[in-house]
């Protein structure tokens, strides 16, 4: 059974587009996450999201908007695709503990196998 | 300076080679450290936790430093199927479980 899946695992597409990445998680995780690799393998958190609260980074564009339509799914939606946007994005989930518990071991996160978007 | 600092590598070992790795990290209130193992275009998954008393999960090592903000993974024994991209990864407390994630080491085991 795949604990984190991502669709498409593959996506191309050109500048301007919307385009769409879904994510799912089995684990009952309550706390759901975007990473973004880049082409020289840097993982960067994006957003972490609960059913109480989404924390954004900052330094993410407000094109890309993450979308949960309920506590399995947390789907990244992006509009006006950039060259800069190809990347490999990473789904994670955690339990809810994450690091306000303290709790060893809520903390860790299981990554999705990535979406690769390549935009031309 | 970088959050979380690896020396990137590569490293190159023969197999049954001993191999040590080490990550510093910049912020004091990181809480909670890890060693992720990351394949060439596979997802990171978690190889151990890291606990302020050392731990080792068979042929690995794992130490904290806290007072010098230092993380290490000993790999002793290598073997080929070890060869991978090691990911320092700390979580800040207070920061909703995100994680900080180094740029990683990797590590080539030769025969």
């Known amino acids: 059974d795949t604990a984190v899946s991502q669709t498409p695992k593959y996506l191309v597409t050109q500048m301007g587009n919307d385009k769409s990445i879904k994510c799912e998680q089995n684990?009952?995780?309550?706390?759901m996450y975007w990473y973004k690799q880049d082409s020289k393998k840097f993982l960067k958190i994006m957003f972490s999201?609960?059913?109480?609260?989404?924390?954004i980074n900052e330094t993410v564009p407000n094109r890309f908007s993450p979308k949960s339509p309920d506590k399995a799914h947390l789907n990244l939606h992006i509009n006006s695709l950039e060259l800069g946007d190809s990347a490999v994005y990473f789904c994670?989930?955690?339990?809810?503990?994450?690091?306000?518990?303290?709790?060893?071991?809520?903390?860790?996160?299981?990554f999705g196998p990535g979406t690769r978007l390549t935009v031309l | 300076r970088k959050e979380v600092e690896q020396d990137p590598g590569p490293f190159n070992v023969p197999e049954g080679a001993t191999v040590a790795f080490n990550c510093t990290y910049s912020?004091?209130?990181?809480?909670?450290f890890f060693w992720y193992r990351q394949d060439c275009r596979k997802e990171p998954k978690l190889l151990m936790s890291?606990?302020?008393s050392g731990n080792e999960d068979g042929r690995f090592t794992a130490q904290l430093n806290r007072a010098s903000q230092y993380i290490s993974l000993l790999i002793r024994d290598s073997k080929l199927s070890d060869s991978a991209t090691y990911l320092c990864?700390?979580?800040?407390?207070?920061?909703?479980?995100?994680?900080?994630f180094g740029k990683g080491t990797k590590l080539s085991v030769k025969p």
């Open positions: 994670a989930s955690s339990h809810s503990g994450g690091a306000t518990s303290g709790r060893l071991g809520t903390d860790t996160q299981y």
């Open positions: 890291v606990y302020s």
């Open positions: 912020n004091s209130a990181s809480q909670s």
């Open positions: 684990l009952g995780h309550d706390t």
């Open positions: 999201y609960n059913n109480k609260e989404l924390i």
């Open positions: 990864v700390v979580n800040i407390r207070g920061s909703q479980g995100n994680l900080i």
